[in-house]
């Protein structure tokens, strides 16, 4: 008989969890492939996104924890957003990491799925995120989630 499935417990983010949260810094500059940009160059943007975010305090945002067997395995922050078409606040997904080993256990979908009730508590319309666009793991993953693609930036190395 298979032992019964852990639960995944999503909490609200405490100050104690901000060195799991930096932790997962990496995991985030690593997935963006970048290759205009030095290794070194994306990991200090990472890093400084990952402090600027956490610090805010005059928008409406929140931070969730997800946990399995009381072990932290990947976070959202969720912040309000003006929309750049309509010019409505909107939820946005700033941020979003899970471990390498809790990738595609559905942590991610969990996280995500707190996000869009964050945002129709506050009867938001939209729900914004970006990803890097050559991240082709994660637009899948949003994707197959329901978003949908607005905008592309596009960027050419001069040198």
Known sequence: MAPPATAI????????????????SPVLADMAKLGWHKDETVQNFQDGYIAEMMAETTAQNLTLIAEKDGSPEGFIHMREHKDEISGEACGTVPLLAVTEKAQGTGIGRFLIKAAENWAKERDFRLL?????SANRQARGFY???????????MIKSLK
């Open 128 to 132: 914004h995120l970006e990803v890097f």
């Open 9 to 24: 417990i999503i909490r609200k983010a405490q100050k104690t969890d901000l060195s799991f949260i930096h932790s997962l």
């Open 143 to 153: 994707q197959n989630l329901g978003f949908q693609e607005e905008t592309i930036t």
